[in-house]
């Protein structure tokens, strides 16, 4: 990606300049990860996270009835 890209979309120059950063540590870690799971969690949700979605879709449904 090109730092116009996102400037274009509206980011300042540190916000892209971070966004970039970002790209290219999750990048490295993917390369450099043997195992397949360079990003934490591996779509794994904490049991907090597990209560937080369930009560979310709760309360979601609650709205609609």
Do not use: C, P
Not at 9 to 18: D, I, N, S, Y
Not at 27 to 32: C, D, V, W
Not at 36 to 49: H, I
């Amino acid at each position: 990606m090109r730092l116009v890209w996102f400037l274009d979309q509206g980011l300042t120059v540190a916000e892209a300049g971070r966004s970039l950063e970002m790209l290219r540590r999750w990048i490295r870690e993917h390369l450099s990860d043997d195992s397949g799971q360079a990003f934490r969690g591996d779509g794994k949700l904490t049991l907090e996270q597990e209560k937080t979605r369930s009560l979310k879709t709760q309360i979601r449904q609650l709205k609609m009835e």
